[in-house]
């Protein structure tokens, strides 16, 4: 469906949101700066080499967390300086979770309007958040002071699947005790919403992201809804 239209309100009682892209967003500068913090401790502890790889093998590393491979920060650092051939000394490994903790809130933003929508909803559905993302991010979520608006969080690291696995939308589906024809799944990846459909979640995409066809069996997937920004979601809701 085009963007507008009307949703049939009265039918729904859940909604389910994505997080990063969806609901919040990577600050470019403030994440190099992490980085940097984190090539900085490297140095202190004498390590040199390799680190122009250290963005190239965070990624990968992240990649690899959000699919439960690696269940503590202390085995997610541990990868990466395995990585850039690094001993990992107990120590350097705390330093480098201290960087992460101090820098990560500022690494994600929320995109405007967005406590005011889950404010608004909250009233008036059971929310659930459906995430694909690295060990530690429960922390992050907690720092933006979104956990108390849902009744239940789903993170593919703890759940050791990533969506469009339908694991993902299922146990959100449990936790909240209502079936998939009874709620709406919003997200800013067709690869997402493509396995919402599979069960029968309704689907709407926003398109605020950056990454709408990343990883989509069908790049002419229609959502039901679509809307341009998150705060165009009380329009339908």
């Not at 900085?40 to 965070?58: A, E, F, I, M, Q």
């Not at 929320?110 to 429960?138: H, I, P, R």
């Amino acid at each position: 469906m085009p963007f507008g239209g009307c949703l049939e309100r009265l039918h729904f009682k859940g909604v389910l949101f994505d997080f990063g892209g969806t609901l919040a967003y990577l600050d470019e500068l403030e994440n190099r700066r992490y980085e940097e913090a984190l090539a900085s401790t490297l140095k202190k502890y004498g390590c040199r080499g390799h680190l122009k790889d250290l963005p190239s093998v965070l990624a990968s590393t992240y990649w690899r967390s959000t699919k439960g491979e690696l269940k503590t920060p202390q085995e997610f650092w541990s990868l990466v300086l395995r990585k850039l051939r690094i001993p990992a000394q107990p120590d350097l490994i705390s330093g480098l979770e201290a960087v992460r903790n101090s820098h990560s809130p500022a690494t994600r933003k929320l995109y405007d309007g967005v406590f005011e929508v889950l404010t608004t909803l909250q009233k008036k559905y059971k929310l659930a958040l459906v995430s694909n993302c690295a060990v530690g991010t429960g922390k992050l979520i907690d720092s933006l002071g979104l956990s108390d608006f849902f009744s239940c969080i789903i993170l593919s690291y703890q759940l050791r699947v990533r969506k469009p696995d339908k694991r993902m939308y299922l146990e959100a589906l449990r936790c909240l005790k209502l079936e998939a024809h009874e709620c709406i799944f919003v997200a800013d990846e067709i690869s997402d919403l493509e396995g919402a459909r599979e069960i029968g979640l309704r689907t709407m995409l926003v398109r605020q992201g950056l990454n709408t066809f990343q990883e989509a069996k069908n790049i002419n997937f229609e959502p039901d809804f679509q809307i341009s920004q998150i705060p165009e979601i009380t329009t339908f809701l």
